[in-house]
């Protein structure tokens, strides 16, 4: 999902921030706050919960297009090769005020973990919280996937071209992971930091566990 600026302009002028229709730190810290007086997820971007709360006409368009976001069902697959359960509480989407923006799949350190459709490696890395951790922009929905806290850094590249199911890496508990765990995130487009919003991944993997 994209906000156009003309639409962001409007979250702005709502929030009580300088029209300028760039979602940066005032903006950020604006909706945080609104959330935060409407009970919302204090996530800072201008999600369809935040969108509905702020009464704009658009809502409807966002919601949509969320739903056309959804990975390509071809081909893709279950990110872990082995016995995996979800977490318990504060593991979810959304949980700790907002700010655990992906879910937690609980898993031995060693699984096997794979991409969930074919798509093209936009970043590894190494983060303090996150661990090693890669991002993958899907082929067709240009929908970005995160897997963090895996075991080792992964050798992949910014810009290898991946299939479904290709090896990403193993479940790890690098980072600020309390458990071996793989941390699973999806991002509308443009993506993940990009001005795309984290999305709750839950509906898509309970389909592809069911596979
Ligand atoms: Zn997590």
């Not at 082929?139 to 075991?151: A, C, E, F, G, I």
Request: glycine share 14%; charged share 25%.
């Amino acid at each position: 999902m994209r906000l156009t600026r003309r639409e962001l302009r409007s979250v702005q002028r709502r929030v009580g921030v300088r029209a300028d229709g760039v979602l940066g730190a005032r903006t950020r810290k604006a909706l945080r706050r609104f959330q935060q007086r409407k009970r919302l997820a204090k996530t800072g971007v201008p999600n369809v919960e935040t969108l509905r709360a702020l009464d704009l006409p658009f809502v409807a368009r966002v919601e949509a297009e969320l739903r056309a976001a959804q990975v390509d069902g071809s081909g893709s697959r279950f990110p872990l090769q082995g016995g995996w359960t979800f977490g318990g509480a504060g593991t979810g989407f959304g949980t700790r005020g907002g700010a655990h923006e992906g879910i937690d799949l609980l898993a031995d350190c060693g699984v096997p973990v794979v991409a969930v459709s074919s798509g093209t490696v936009k970043r590894v890395a190494n983060h303090e919280k996150a661990g090693n951790y890669v991002v993958v922009t899907g082929t067709s929905t240009r929908t970005d996937q995160v897997y963090s806290h895996l075991q080792e850094r992964p050798a992949l590249r910014a810009g290898d071209r991946l299939q479904a199911g290709a090896p990403i890496g193993r479940v790890g508990d690098t980072g600020n992971a309390t458990a071996c765990l793989l941390h699973f995130e999806l991002w509308t487009a443009p993506g993940w930091y990009e001005g795309g919003v984290p999305r709750d991944p839950r509906p898509d993997l309970e389909a592809w566990a069911a596979g």
